[in-house]
């Protein structure tokens, strides 16, 4: 399989991918049996098995020690190899935020380990982000509750912004998310928007409608068919009517655009939608909606590729150099973040437009195998619908990697595209997961289907503060 073609420097990953996993399946197997009985959904927790290098960089293999039955290695040898866990304590809040935060302490603890310390920046994006501004859709929701508003006062807001940053620091989320996510206490107030109590928000808005279209968003459909998207935008535009008409008459400087009205309304039927649903459901939802939007984009920054460009230009079958450098830039690329299968997708497309502007003829992927993984952190691509940061006392924190796409990067067919998109026949590409798939651990084929490789937080800390 591709092991026998794995040849060059970035594919001969491929290779101990299987060989690992195949270790990997056997310990999982055995641990099943002594410890765990299986569950749909305990799968990805359990899973063990550190990365697989991609490059050099990583090497060497490690592997977690809770995999190996009977340890073989002397204790001493262990340290580095041990994941690392949140040091927790008690937090010390403001005393002037009115909320009662035991009641959503379980989103936060799931808060807290999407945002875990040295991850943070790293599934910023894709996890991190979409967490914590579902936590503060949900947050807004349940304060509302006990009022008639839907947003917090600004006086509160702040205080209640400290604590929520605070109790999340407690349980091991980086302190820094406000920056890595860009949001600040003004998020909760409702902004612009000109509706912020629930009457009228009532009478202006076709709640039923609403509820309907958001009370369980489909993550097959929701990205390329959607319903609770244009479900929230209408809302939102039914409460900023009158803004928008104020703001376009006057459009004076200083003066909230009609998009920013509109988003801070946004975030106000968000609001209300939390109100109404368990903070399970809404987060579910939330997640699913954030999950569109992500994978619209490439998150990764490309320097401008020169050194390829000078490699690779006018050669039909370009040789070592090119390839070299091909890879040597992509495994630059590669420590920047963990995108998800789909971002994967724009991003090969973005980065080839870029070569092909620069002159570069051939599909330089085709030639020098590189795939669609070899753009995320580790190999490791997510899920277009990716998976929460797992937090296990025994393994520490994980994350799952989706194996089964293991796939060519696309070569664009013109250095002009603008925008790409993956709806359409093509859509089932790299498909989000589905549910039979999901809950069936059972099966050996679903297994292989999905694969989870957990790259476990020692890791990354080792990536992070060893080695440089
Ligand atoms: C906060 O909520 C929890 C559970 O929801 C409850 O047990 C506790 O008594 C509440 N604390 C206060 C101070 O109301
Ligand atoms: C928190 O994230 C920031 C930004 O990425 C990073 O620089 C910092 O090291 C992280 N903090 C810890 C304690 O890991
Ligand atoms: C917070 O507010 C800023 C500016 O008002 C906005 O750009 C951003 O999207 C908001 N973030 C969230 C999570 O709502
Ligand atoms: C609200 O929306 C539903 C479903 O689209 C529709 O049947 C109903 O007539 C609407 N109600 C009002 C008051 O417009
Ligand atoms: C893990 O956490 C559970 C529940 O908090 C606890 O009962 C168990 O003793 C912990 N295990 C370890 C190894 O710390």
Known sequence: MDCVKAHTHLKGTVCHQFLFLTFWLSGFQDLMALQVPPGPSRFSSMSMLASHPSSSIFEPIQISPAVIPHNPFPLESLPPMY?????????????????????????????ASDCSQPLAALVGNVVCCPQFSSFLHIFQGYYSLSSDNLVLQNAVADDCFKDIINILGSRGANSSIPTIC??????????????????????????????????????????CRPVCQPAIKD???????????????????????????????????????????????????????????VNK??????????????????????????????NTYIAGIQKQMLITNRQAIICATVFGSMLQKGGVITDIYKLCDVDLKDFSLQGCLLRSLPADVVFDNSTGFSFTCDLSDNIAAPWPSSPSFSSL???????????????????????????????ILALLF???????????
């Not at 304590?89 to 799931?110: E, H, Q, W």
């Not at 020692?458 to 440089?468: E, K």
């Open 421 to 451: 998109s993956l709806c359409g026949p093509e859509m089932s590409l790299p498909a989000l997961p589905t549910s039979e798939t999901l809950g069936n651990p059972g099966s050996r084929g679903a297994e292989l289907d999905h694969l």
């Open 297 to 326: 984009v490439c998150p990764l920054d490309f320097k401008q590729p020169s050194e390829v460009i000078n490699a690779c230009r006018n050669v039909a079958a370009p040789g070592p150099s090119c390839c070299s450098s091909l």
């Open 182 to 223: 860009s949001v600040k206490s003004s998020n909760f107030t409702g902004g612009s928007c000109p509706v912020k109590d629930i009457m009228t928000f009532e009478r202006k808005v076709n709640t039923s409608k609403l509820l309907e279209a958001c009370s369980t968003v489909d993550p097959l459909k929701e990205c």
């Open 235 to 293: 809302a939102a535009l039914e409460i900023s009517v009158s803004q928008l008409l104020m703001s376009d008459n006057k459009n004076t400087a200083g003066q909230p655009t009609s998009v920013d009205v509109l988003n801070d309304c946004k975030g106000v039927v968000y609001s209300w939608i939390s109100r109404k649903l368990s903070s399970d459901a809404a987060n579910t939802a939330f997640r699913i909606l954030s999950a569109c939007k």
């Open 83 to 111: 994941p690392s866990f949140p040091t927790t304590y008690i937090p010390v809040l403001t005393g002037r935020c009115p909320v009662n935060f035991s009641a959503i302490s379980s989103i936060m603890d799931k808060t």
């Open 458 to 468: 020692f890791i990354i800390s080792t990536f992070l503060y060893g080695d440089m």
